[in-house]
């Protein structure tokens, strides 16, 4: 199983950046895919997650009307598009499909 999270960097408040994560080795397309996050010095937290026929959409409060998660499962892929972010958007981003893990792929929002 191999799942890897890639798309992360640095940008300004109210940009935009979009997370990837690609997955091979089990059923990506019978899977729910979720996107979380850690910020420095404090637990992971859940941000968004998608039906394996992105019927049911889910998302944390604080990211609703920024982020839109979305999958190819034709690519084994689920993207995370972040709209207007924030500082306290700022942390590591992981992909989760089943109990598979992305390494995780940092956002930075700084001006």
């Known amino acids: 199983v191999r799942v890897v999270d890639s798309g992360g960097g640095v940008v300004q408040p109210g940009g935009s950046m979009n997370p990837s994560c690609t997955a091979s080795g089990y059923h990506f397309s019978l899977s729910y895919i979720s996107w979380y996050r850690q910020a420095p010095g404090k637990e992971r937290e859940w941000v968004a997650e998608i039906s394996w026929t992105s019927v049911l959409i889910n998302y944390a409060d604080d990211v609703k009307g920024r982020f839109t998660i979305s999958r190819d499962n034709g690519k084994n892929t689920a993207t995370l598009q972040m709209n207007n972010l924030k500082p306290e958007d700022t942390g590591v981003y992981y992909c989760?499909?089943?109990?598979?893990w992305g390494q995780g792929t940092q956002v930075t929002v700084s001006a």
């Open positions: 989760r499909g089943q109990n598979y």
